[in-house]
């Protein structure tokens, strides 16, 4: 377990390693950060000063090196508009986007099973045939578009929930205040979280289900039917768990990849998270709060990964994480 | 009154265009205590015969007539909490590959108690008391370790076995075992055979041995039903169909067996291959290949002629027979 433990604490700096490189790489093709530091009327000299101040004219190398050597500090640079750490702006939104997706996540895992079991046991039921034809459509439909249409529904023409902002929040600890605690909160967070799960969900239904039909086929499975075991148990105990192995390992890179698709919901319900700052963040061509998103959406990213690994050996018997790190 | 009898039994499979009759006409019985063996090719129909007796055919095939009747009610006038509290309970079954007969999620020990909680008012304890003196019954070391492992800690031979204890869990009446030693190693194949028929003998479970090894069949079985093609061809005890097989099939497959060719001769076998059960030749099913197949052969289905302790499904035997009679 230790010996695992630490090689994917290894192979997480080596991820880690490439991201920042990547994203400190792309933060010269984002223009030029002075002309929206220093406005129109400032003379080309009083630009040239201000950019050997911030060390812009250094060689790439010598950028990066300073870089990394104040990230490994914890300092992931000043945002040029917030005047502040990029890192403490960003760990200021980021519990509002870690609310959304866990929302999001709990839409996504409470109706997938259910649907995605009930559809594989059922193939042939109009209920199979209608959820299959929705999540095509949820499938296709973008993110922004699904979301203004739940705006125009929910909050322009029935008038049953918020179309905008956070609500009422509680505040818990530090930086996180919570919209799980108030009727307000919960009202306001529906819309964007069902909005986010859209792409996630329907995909989900249909490894569920193909996954669950596969199992079904199993001889395992047909043996459980010759000991004369109730179908409940069959389809939840015997099928499911082995239908949830190969959808946790892909489930964990998904909650990653919403993360960063709240970047469009958090915009259409000016949601105050992280995906919001971002889109602000590149329309003022803030570099160092970028690269620092970047790095932090790249770092959840490793993380959800490495417990979702961690749960996998708690799932699967035949996976013994001690053995994993010989 | 027989534990099973089965009568003009049809399977059938529904393909997209046409159906395919995988068992056309199977009628057998089987006495409490009794062991039968159900021989053939691959794709002659035993595994089919197997599956039915639990009404547990994979789509799509279905039962399409005929009765199978065990312990005087039929199986395939049975609702499915009916079927439920048979299967495992009265009929256990013994599939091929242990390797994946098990649930590789599940331990041991779960997989054994809930086949007794789902048929009995148990606790968990006391469930697993049961399995571990089960699993003492086929001499699995240990037996209190087990319940906690799961399968893919333990040997095929010692899978085997346990799916062995699992079928005698409820003291059922029948064990169905589908080519049980298949898939194991040879050396372990014998043991397993030979713990299967000393539990049957010693629980008076009557048992049907599904197999394509004639061998075998000669030291469990008491009686032997040939299977070719969906049919049964030849029925009788097997000392009498090992000894003197009268279906020209019967004699090929015991001619092929590698003992009845001296040592340094090329083996004997039939020539061709069994049709595929879409392309059943009209008449008899084995015409194309037999050595004596006549015009009669090519047309007509054969009737069951019995001649002694022998069933048999021949044209030329049936001649022979009748000669004969008429002879004395």
Redesign the interface.
């Known amino acids: 377990m230790f010996a695992y433990l630490v090689k994917r604490l290894f192979q997480a700096a080596a991820v880690m390693f490439v991201i920042s490189l990547i994203s400190f790489a792309i933060q010269d093709n984002l223009g030029d950060p002075l002309r929206e530091l220093v406005g129109q009327s400032v003379s080309e000299e009083t630009r040239d000063e201000l950019r050997d101040e911030l060390g812009l004219n250094d060689p790439f190398l010598v950028q990066y090196g300073r870089f990394l050597g104040n990230a490994v500090r914890g300092d992931l640079g000043t945002s040029y508009f917030f005047k502040e750490p990029a890192l403490t702006v960003i760990l200021k939104k980021l519990p509002a986007t870690l609310e959304l997706v866990a929302g999001a996540t709990i839409i996504i895992i409470g109706l997938s099973i259910p649907l995605g079991v009930y559809t594989a046991i059922k193939p042939n039921s109009i209920m199979s045939r209608l959820i299959m034809g929705i999540s095509i459509v949820g499938i296709s439909v973008p993110v922004f578009l699904t979301a203004i249409g739940m705006i125009f529904l929910f909050s322009v023409e029935l008038r049953w929930l918020p179309s905008f902002g956070r609500g009422d929040t509680v505040d818990v600890i530090g930086y996180w205040s919570t919209n799980f605690l108030t009727l307000d909160g919960w009202q306001h967070i529906l819309l964007p979280s069902v909005a986010l799960a859209s792409i996630m969900l329907p995909l989900f239904i249909r490894l569920i289900r193909s996954e669950m039909m596969e199992t079904l086929?199993?001889?395992?499975v047909?043996?459980?039917?010759?000991?004369?075991?109730?179908p409940r148990?069959i389809w939840f105990?015997?099928a499911l768990?082995?239908t949830l192995?190969p959808v946790i390992t892909v489930g964990g890179v998904q909650i990653g990849t919403m993360v960063a698709y709240t970047i469009l919901t958090e915009t259409v319900f000016q949601w105050p998270g992280m995906g919001f700052m971002f889109l602000e963040a590149v329309n003022r061509v803030d570099t160092p709060l970028i690269v620092a998103y970047l790095i932090v959406v790249g770092f959840i990213f490793v993380v959800t990964n490495t417990i979702v690994d961690l749960i996998y050996g708690l799932?699967?018997?035949?996976v013994k994480l001690s053995r994993m790190g010989a | 009154m027989s534990l099973l009898s089965v009568r003009d039994l049809v399977v059938k499979f529904a393909m997209r265009n046409n159906t395919v009759t995988a068992l056309n006409k199977i009628s057998f019985d089987l006495a409490r205590g009794e062991r039968i063996g159900i021989v053939g090719e691959s794709g002659a129909g035993k595994s089919i015969t197997g599956f039915s007796i639990l009404n547990l055919l994979s789509k799509p095939g279905y039962i399409d007539s005929g009765s199978i009747t065990f312990d005087g009610e039929d199986i395939t006038q049975m609702t499915d909490p009916q079927l439920r509290d048979i299967r495992g309970n009265r009929i256990a079954m013994i599939f091929q590959d242990p390797m994946v007969t098990l649930n590789p999620v599940l331990t041991i020990g779960q997989q054994m108690v809930e086949t007794l909680q789902a048929h009995r008012r148990l606790s968990k304890s006391d469930a697993e008391q049961i399995a571990i003196a089960k699993l003492r019954e086929v001499y699995i070391p240990a037996p209190e370790e087990r319940l906690a492992q799961y399968p893919h800690e333990l040997s095929g031979g010692m899978r085997q076995r346990i799916i062995i204890a699992i079928a005698l869990l409820l003291d059922p009446q029948l064990i169905i075992a589908d080519e049980p030693t298949t898939a194991l190693d040879v050396t372990i194949q014998a043991d397993i055979m030979e713990l299967l028929l000393e539990l049957c003998q010693s629980n008076k479970v009557s048992l049907i041995l599904i197999t394509h090894d004639l061998g075998v069949v000669s030291q469990m079985t008491e009686r032997t039903l040939v299977v070719y093609a969906g049919r049964i061809i030849e029925a009788g005890p097997t000392r009498e169909i090992i000894n003197d097989p009268q279906h020209p099939y019967s004699q090929g497959l015991i001619n092929a067996l590698p003992q009845q060719t001296p040592r340094g001769e090329k083996l004997k076998q039939i020539p061709g291959a069994m049709p595929a059960l879409s392309a059943v030749p009209d008449g008899c099913a084995f015409n194309p290949r037999c050595s004596f197949a006549t015009d009669t052969c090519r047309k007509t289905v054969p009737e069951v002629t019995r001649i002694d302790h022998l069933e048999v499904a021949c044209h030329e035997v049936r001649r022979h027979h009748e000669t004969e009679e008429v002879a004395e």
Do not use: C, D
């Open positions: 086929q199993s001889e395992y047909r043996y459980a039917y010759a000991k004369g075991i109730a148990r105990v015997h768990k082995n192995l799932v699967n018997p035949t």
